[in-house]
């Protein structure tokens, strides 16, 4: 009964599930030079990757000199992180030269559309002016990072649900103390529902960049992010 | 020429940026859209591309500094026009991309999986061609390619197109548009038709309006006699126009409360009582409320008398393959929310499957009709006889709204009460809706009237 106001933009969605996060990055890689000749829409990515450690481009080597693995070293903008089972990512492949090239307003909203559904559940979250990402009081719950190219976007967010948090005390996750994450679970005290969470943020994300998301499946698009990727995508 | 590379507007409250890592070194060659330079802000990793082609002559700022929007950090120089300075880079870094030796088509990537599907064809596509040969349900082994190197161009699809609509007997050959394409398709043709401008402006899809024959007599028209249900129906609707004078009242219910705390309930309530909850146990109730305190509403005439109703049935429309049908919900007044919801879910089942009985569609003393179901915004229902109202409820919208002089968002579904104007009077009609809004804007309210 309930039926959205006309967005005004069309946007597809992509629920992949668990995905490595290697994989998801060749989609992402190819999914940017698609968005680019404008062959996909501005495209939502949602995704849980195995455990793993990423370094953005503002990586310092002492915040994961104590790793016993290789991390991952990406193009987004952010020091590093934890991706893991229990944390829902949120990965936007948007054209920003049609939202206004505004950046400052495009992780605003990417932030805005987490706290959105966070309320929903009950949790009450901030943004903070000097440490971006997603906050409830004094603990990170989300962390956002983005990278630009052509002016399009890619990377994004990761929120928190069900994360394992003691598997952040590995690295100074953005290089803060691994203490200062949270997550969902730890705040309300159950398991969160992570179907049920994505499809409200989904929601949410359709106000913030009022966008309508269309779901697509990965096989109809793959053999175009396939092709400009120069891998295997299923 | 020279071209001056700046550090671009970011957005109103972005002023700077920090270089991270220039990618293209003093005196090397830039292609069209090739990064140039990375720049960091906000945790945003912007790639500065290159918007011409030609050699970077110069860089102004050091890796690690502070640049502020606006700022000239580099300058490109196409090698064109007035002699600069880029003479003196080497001759031998070309602008163009280095050119493949024609002859020899270049080994394509093993990439052995996906081969079989895209790239099943006679030649090699690029994405826009798949997504045109998917868009129009093209074979691609009918695809002839004529691009260099074996490539299937957008015309090459477009002919297969067209001569599969002449192979089905559409002699005009007009080209369908693609079913709704959720991707728009650039409609300039591909580079190789550059030289011909006027042909560039040419629409993809030419689109030419078909002439049908008239079908034969016995084909035109079917016809079925007016019986059974749909009869019933028909000298229903006729009757109840006929005898009361219909006035529809109009008004916007903020349902944003109850949309929440519907949320929160859906799926607790499908697990403990087994039954979906709808918007609609709360209509009735607060509808139940209102015609207690409009009598008038609950009432039925004869050209006698008026006989007002100590008790609340409530019908609901149900829309079914036959015919819509309003099957009645006993004393509602008298039951919960949940046994509501129950009973709705029971009702409309067995409405759906053809097993209601005469007792459950008859009785009824008010209905409602829910046109929402189906995605409309406003609609004026039909009185169901001997009832003399019925209210129309309708899709729930989020629509701009003005609560204490400012604009915030609500959902609002725009209910439509039909009432008969022999009985009723506009002012009680009005009132009567109101009172429903009141409830439903404010489903706390219906806690105080709790027995």
């Known amino acids: ?234 | 020429m020279a071209l001056d590379v700046l550090v671009p507007q970011m957005g109103e409250s972005v002023l700077e940026g920090t270089i991270l890592e220039w990618k293209v070194k003093v005196g090397e060659p830039v292609k069209l859209n090739q990064v140039l330079v990375e720049l960091m802000t906000d945790k945003v990793n912007v790639e500065i591309p290159a918007e011409i082609e030609g050699i970077l002559t110069h860089q102004f700022a050091k890796e690690g500094e502070v640049v502020p929007v606006g700022t000239r950090i580099a300058v490109i120089d196409d090698g064109k026009g007035p002699a600069t300075k880029a003479e003196a880079a080497p001759k031998k870094a070309a602008p163009e991309a280095p050119a493949q030796p024609a002859a020899a088509p270049p080994t394509p990537k093993p990439r052995a999986e996906i081969k079989a599907t895209a790239e099943m064809g006679k030649g090699k596509m690029s994405p826009k061609v798949r997504m045109m040969i998917r868009e129009y349900s093209v074979d691609p082994l009918t695809v002839t390619p004529t691009g260099k190197e074996g490539r299937v161009t957008v015309d090459d699809v477009m002919r297969a197109v067209e001569e599969r609509s002449q192979a089905a007997g559409f002699t005009p050959g007009p080209i369908p548009a693609p079913p709704a394409p959720m991707v728009a398709v650039p409609s300039a043709p591909p580079a190789e038709k550059a030289p011909a401008p006027e042909k560039a402006r040419e629409p993809l899809v030419k689109v030419e309006i078909p002439v049908f024959e008239p079908l034969p007599a016995a084909q035109r028209e079917t016809r079925t006699p007016l019986a059974g249900i749909r009869k019933m129906i028909s000298d229903h609707m006729v009757k109840s126009v006929h005898t009361s004078p219909h006035v529809t009242t109009f008004e916007d219910i903020d349902f944003t409360e109850l949309v929440k705390y519907r949320e929160e309930i859906k799926n607790s309530f499908v697990t403990n009582y087994g039954a979906k909850i709808t918007y609609m146990p709360f209509i009735i109730k607060a509808a139940c409320l209102a015609l207690k305190e409009f009598p008038k509403i609950n009432a039925s005439m004869t050209e006698k008398e008026i006989i007002f109703k100590n008790y609340y049935n409530i019908g609901v429309a149900v829309a079914r393959e036959e015919g819509l049908i309003v099957p009645v919900i006993k004393n509602a007044d008298k039951k919960t929310i949940v046994e509501l919801a129950v009973e709705l879910n029971s009702i409309g089942e067995r409405a759906r499957t053809n097993q209601l009985m005469p007792d459950d569609v008859s009785g009824g003393t008010f209905s409602i009709t829910n046109a929402g179901m189906f995605g409309a915004a406003s609609s004026t229902p039909i009185i169901n006889q001997p009832q003399v109202a019925i209210l129309g409820v309708h899709a729930i919208i989020k629509k701009p709204w003005v609560v204490k002089g400012e604009i915030v968002i609500r959902d609002i579904s725009n209910f439509g009460l039909s009432f008969d104007h022999r009985l009723i009077d506009g002012h009680i009609a009005v009132q009567f809706l109101h009172r429903i809004h009141e409830y439903l804007a404010d489903p706390r309210l219906l806690l105080m009237q709790l027995r």
Not at chain 1, 95 to 114: E, K, V
Request: glycine share 8%; net charge negative; proline share 3%.
């Open chain 1, 1 to 234: 009964m309930v039926i959205e106001e006309k967005a005004k933009y069309l946007g597809w969605v992509l629920q992949l599930g668990r995905v490595e996060f290697e994989r998801a990055l060749q989609w992402q890689h190819g999914l940017v030079k698609l968005r680019k000749e404008g062959l996909v829409r501005d495209t939502l990515i949602l995704v849980e990757h195995p455990p793993v450690i990423t370094v953005g481009k503002d990586g310092h080597p002492e915040n994961f000199e104590a790793l016993d693995c290789e991390p991952y070293f990406i193009e987004r903008g952010g020091d590093v992180t934890y991706h893991g089972p229990g944390q829902l990512v949120a990965y936007f492949i948007f054209n920003l030269s049609r939202r206004g090239r505004d950046i400052h307003a495009f992780m605003s909203n990417i932030q805005d559309g987490i706290i959105r559904t966070l309320e929903q559940i009950g949790i009450k979250a901030r943004k903070d002016e000097e440490h971006t990402g997603v906050w409830v009081d004094k603990k990170k719950i989300a962390s956002v990072g983005v990278a630009v190219r052509n002016w399009i976007s890619f990377h994004g967010a990761a929120v928190n649900l069900n994360t394992d948090l003691s598997d952040f005390k590995r690295i100074s996750p953005c290089g803060l103390d691994a203490d200062v994450m949270t997550s969902a679970k730890a705040l309300v005290g159950h398991q969160i529902d992570m179907a049920e969470f994505g499809r409200q943020l989904i929601e949410a994300y359709t106000d913030v960049f009022e966008t309508a998301f269309y779901p697509v499946r990965l096989d109809e698009i793959a053999e175009d992010i396939e092709s400009q990727a120069g891998g295997n995508v299923i």
